[in-house]
């Protein structure tokens, strides 16, 4: 099945930057539709945003429009999540996710009910 591993997050201070990457262990991620969730404490899991592999289209929440962008690399066989201008509500835990089924996910929206194998987590702690 598929395996995500995270790497990045940490400690910034608001209005720094922070990269996160998200890899298969066994597949080419490349092939994936791929999210980033985010979950606060106290607060739901929420989406942040999400690359469609099949149109390659890219969707954001609109708190992260603007600061927040989600790419693929290829040669490493990664999405990232390149996070500026961070703000103390940013602060989570981020995971990175993909749906279980081809050409699912990512259409209209960042929805955590298509999405289906997901990454260890990593925090994210912006101080003010």
């Known amino acids: 099945q598929v395996q995500l591993v995270q790497s990045g997050g940490g400690l910034v201070q608001a209005g720094g930057s922070l990269r996160l990457s998200c890899a298969d262990s066994?597949?080419?991620?490349?092939?994936?539709?791929v999210g980033w969730f985010r979950q606060a404490p106290g607060k739901e899991r929420e989406g942040v945003a999400c690359?469609?592999?099949?149109?390659?289209?890219?969707i954001y929440v609109d708190s992260v429009k603007g600061r927040f962008t989600i790419s693929r690399d290829n040669g490493k066989n990664t999405v990232d999540l390149q996070m500026n201008n961070l703000k103390p509500e940013d602060t989570a835990v981020y995971y990175c996710?993909?749906?279980?089924?081809?050409?699912?996910?990512?259409?209209?929206?960042?929805?955590?009910?298509?999405?289906?194998?997901w990454g260890q987590g990593t925090q994210v702690t912006v101080s003010s």
């Open positions: 996710a993909t749906p279980q089924v081809m050409g699912y996910g990512c259409w209209d929206g960042v929805k955590l009910e298509e999405y289906d194998h």
């Open positions: 066994g597949f080419d991620l490349n092939y994936y539709t």
């Open positions: 690359i469609n592999a099949v149109s390659g289209n890219t």
